[in-house]
Antibody, heavy 120, light 110 residues
Framework: QVQLQESGPGLVKPSQTLSLTCTVS??????????WSWIRQHPGKGLEWIGY???????YYNPSLKSRVTISVDTSKNQFSLKLSSVTAADTAVYYC????????????WGQGTLVTVSS | QSALTQPPSASGSPGQSVTISCTGT?????????VSWYQQHPGKAPKLMIY???RRPSGVPDRFSGSKSGNTASLTVSGLQAEDEADYYC??????????FGTGTKVTVL
């Protein structure tokens, strides 16, 4: 059973870049067949899809965040990462990594999530 | 893109049924049979309950069912149980490798 675990700083200053990593166990990113995703949830609010990456490096982003988002993959470490630049308090959220089958349009496996607060 | 619209809350007594709606547009819910539903308990990650409008992943009780008509999808929980009390979110593929989620519905078991 695949497991995903987010890691990274829990506090980021405004205007800086938020950086998170998702470590995958129980399955290899490089085996293909899946999109590796980032999804966030503002405190007490709904979910927002940020984007995803295929093992080959192909990326797809939410148009509303595209100018500030970079998702990358490190198959040697079985990890993928999120960078969100120029953050503001509005980027304070729980960030989840998740996996979607490449031929499917849903997110079946999720990490436990990590809270990132943007504050000086 | 705008979030899909869900009622903020829904409730029912144990054993009863509750139905949650999820309204989008012809560019998302109405345009694709790719609606999924997620259950989220407090402090936990979302759990996939329904995909492709009405399919259930292995291990999800058949008390959970999904449907769609036009731009509105629905999740029905039959035979409500205490453990069904949670937040529920719908999601839809919106084309061009883009996804939109619903505003969320808090289900209370009375």
């Amino acid at each position: 059973q695949v497991q995903l675990q987010e890691s990274g700083p829990g506090l980021v200053k405004p205007s800086q870049t938020l950086s998170l990593t998702c470590t995958v166990s129980g399955g290899s990113i490089s085996s293909g067949g899946y999109y590796w995703s980032w999804i966030r949830q503002h405190p007490g609010k709904g979910l927002e899809w940020i984007g995803y990456i295929y093992y080959s490096g192909s990326t797809y982003y939410n148009p509303s965040l595209k100018s500030r988002v970079t998702i990358s993959v490190d198959t040697s470490k079985n990890q993928f990462s999120l960078k969100l630049s120029s953050v503001t308090a509005a980027d304070t959220a729980v960030y989840y990594c998740a996996r979607a089958r490449a031929v499917a349009k849903y997110f079946q496996h999720w990490g436990q999530g990590t809270l990132v607060t943007v504050s000086s | 893109q705008s979030a899909l619209t869900q009622p903020p809350s829904a409730s029912g007594s144990p054993g009863q049924s509750v139905t949650i709606s999820c309204t989008g547009t012809s560019s998302d819910v109405g345009g694709y049979n790719y609606v999924s539903w997620y259950q989220q308990h407090p402090g936990k990650a979302p759990k996939l309950m329904i995909y492709d409008v009405s399919r259930r992943p292995s291990g999800v009780p058949d008390r959970f069912s999904g449907s769609k008509s036009g731009n509105t999808a629905s999740l029905t929980v039959s035979g409500l149980q205490a453990e069904d009390e949670a937040d529920y979110y719908c999601s839809s593929y919106a084309g061009s490798n883009n996804y939109v989620f619903g505003t969320g519905t808090k289900v209370t078991v009375l």
